[in-house]
Nanobody, 116 residues
Framework: QVQLVESGGGLVQAGGSLRLSCAAS????????MGWYRQVPGKQRELVAS????????NYADSAKGRFTISRDSANNTVYLHMNSLKPEDTAAYYC?????????WGQGTQVTVSS
């Protein structure tokens, strides 16, 4: 089993910044990619950003491009999401995801609330 623990969420004013962290532990063998998703009540969970383990290739949702940066610390199995120029529409629960082989693991989520 793999455990993911997120941290760094909170309340921030529009235009502010936050950094989310996700630490993976447990039976980590060969990670394909890690990423961040977000979800608001009544809507589907959506990809925010992902990063591959092999080459560090990144992928961003259009809403995140130019404002968010995903990075990783492979030695410590940790992934970060740096969020700048936050907008009220970024308010959501943010979930860390890890893909390993055919398995996909999720963290419990961290709430990000952006006030206008």
């Amino acid at each position: 089993q793999v455990q993911l623990v997120e941290s760094g969420g909170g309340l921030v004013q529009a235009g502010g910044s936050l950094r989310l962290s996700c630490a993976a532990s447990g039976r980590i063998l060969s990670v394909n990619a890690m990423g961040w998703y977000r979800q608001v009540p009544g809507k589907q969970r959506e990809l925010v950003a992902s990063i591959s383990s092999s080459r560090g290739n990144t992928n961003y949702a259009d809403s995140a491009k130019g404002r968010f940066t995903i990075s990783r610390d492979s030695a410590n199995n940790t992934v970060y999401l740096h969020m700048n120029s936050l907008k009220p529409e970024d308010t959501a629960a943010y979930y860390c995801n890890l893909n390993q082989g055919r398995e996909s693991y999720w963290g419990q989520g961290t709430q990000v609330t952006v006030s206008s």
